[in-house]
Every structure is written in C-alpha cells, then in structure tokens.
T-cell receptor, first 114, second 119 residues
Framework: AQSVTQPDIHITVSEGASLELRCNYSYGATPYLFWYVQSPGQGLQLLLKYFSGDTLVQGIKGFEAEFKRSQSSFNLRKPSVHWSDAAEYFCAVGARSSASKIIFGSGTRLSIRP | GAVVSQHPSRVICKSGTSVKIECRSLDFQATTMFWYRQFPKQSLMLMATSNEGSKATYEQGVEKDKFLINHASLTLSTLTVTSAHPEDSSFYIC???????????????FGEGSRLTVL
C-alpha cells in the first residue's frame, strides 16, 4: 500500500537560513510525488511535482525537491527562507490516473525565527 | 493554474441539521473529484472519490449515509453532512484533477476549504 512519511512534525529555522523538509514514501510502482503548502485556515497550494525525467524539480517560491529512488525520498529544499514561508507543508504520493488517490503525509509545520 | 472553488467557506449549524458543501471546477472539467477532511493540526484524510455520473467511492471507515456525495456534472460535486453532530466539526477540502479522464498532468487543484462548526 502506498504511504508517505514526514518525520519532522515541526521545524523552526531562522529567516535567511536554508531549509530541508524530509519526505519518504512507499509505493509499488514509480510514484508521482507532490509538495503542497497550506497557510492557516486555507486550502492547499501546489509547490512542485515530480512525474518523470530530471530528478531535481524546481517549484514556485524558490523551492526545489529531489527525487531519490534509492532512498525512497523526495525532500523539499529552499536555500534561504523568508518569514512568509511559515506554513504547513505536505508531501503527497499518487499515480497518474484521474481516478487514483493521492495520499498525504502528516505534514511538517515550519516556523521562521526573525 | 486551474481553479477549484468551494462554498461556503464557513458554516455554523445546529446539531441534527444537514449541511451541503459545493465544490466547483471553474475553468476545467473534472470527471473525478476528491473530498478530504482535516482535523486541527493534522493531515488531510481522504474521505471519498466523487465520480461524475456514478456513485462515490468511500474510504474505509467513512459513513456513506452520513456524508452524501453527488457529482451531477463535470464541474460540480457536493458533500452533504447529514444529521450533523459536534464531532463532524472539521475542515473539509475538495480537489479536482485537471484534464478529465486520464488526467494529463496528474496535478490536483484544491478548493479553499470549508470550515464546519456544529453546535
């Protein structure tokens, strides 16, 4: 069965510092992987996605993620965080079929230290 | 990107009443929509997959008679919480996949969410 693990519940980094949010997945086939961000009381916004090809994926707001098949990981990175990046981040795994479910990780809450 | 709209964004109701939440894909057709529930400070739990023109597929443990889903058109799915109770209070989020059957991008677009409070 497919599953997603985000081992870090809460991370605090200083503004301007680099960020890495961890995501590990379990999936029977080649996965399609996503990172979403959610601000308090809001819906979700897609940051980036990996379907195939280059394993380093660039997203919006300066985020990137790297798919590592050997480690079953899809970690999210940003070289320099801004106070506005404080939010909840969700990693998700799914398949291409329109009827296929997307399963979300438990989320990582990011706080920014001034 | 494509836009998914949910309405209402907030609703407060009395225990025992029913509440309907709408999910619309504004600029694309979606044969499949998904309904999620999110408890405070927790992840999204998939409740059901809404299929246009057919019955919804519910996840294990989700009461289909409690959470009625109707997907009558390619741009609208509704979730009705019947005989609501305080434990049904939650944040409900819908999503739709662009591109119709086969989903050419695979990307899910999410609505803004609907916060239900049952008194």
């Amino acid at each position: 069965a497919q599953s997603v693990t985000q081992p870090d519940i809460h991370i605090t980094v200083s503004e301007g510092a680099s960020l890495e949010l961890r995501c590990n997945y379990s999936y029977g086939a080649t996965p399609y992987l996503f990172w979403y961000v959610q601000s308090p009381g809001q819906g979700l916004q897609l940051l980036l996605k990996y379907f195939s090809g280059d394993t380093l994926v660039q997203g919006i707001k300066g985020f990137e993620a790297e798919f590592k098949r050997s480690q079953s990981s899809f970690n999210l990175r940003k070289p320099s965080v801004h106070w506005s990046d404080a939010a909840e981040y969700f990693c998700a795994v799914g398949a291409r079929s329109s009827a296929s479910k997307i399963i979300f990780g438990s989320g990582t809450r990011l706080s920014i230290r001034p | 990107g494509a836009v998914v709209s949910q309405h209402p964004s907030r609703v407060i109701c009395k225990s025992g009443t029913s509440v309907k939440i709408e999910c619309r894909s504004l600029d694309f057709q979606a044969t499949t929509m998904f309904w999620y529930r999110q408890f405070p400070k927790q992840s999204l739990m998939l409740m059901a997959t809404s299929n246009e023109g057919s019955k919804a597929t519910y996840e294990q443990g989700v009461e289909k008679d409690k959470f009625l889903i109707n997907h009558a058109s390619l741009t609208l799915s509704t979730l009705t919480v019947t005989s609501a109770h305080p434990e049904d209070s939650s944040f409900y989020i819908c999503s739709a996949r662009e591109g119709g059957a086969g989903g050419k991008t695979g990307e899910l677009f999410f609505g803004e969410g609907s916060r239900l409070t049952v008194l």
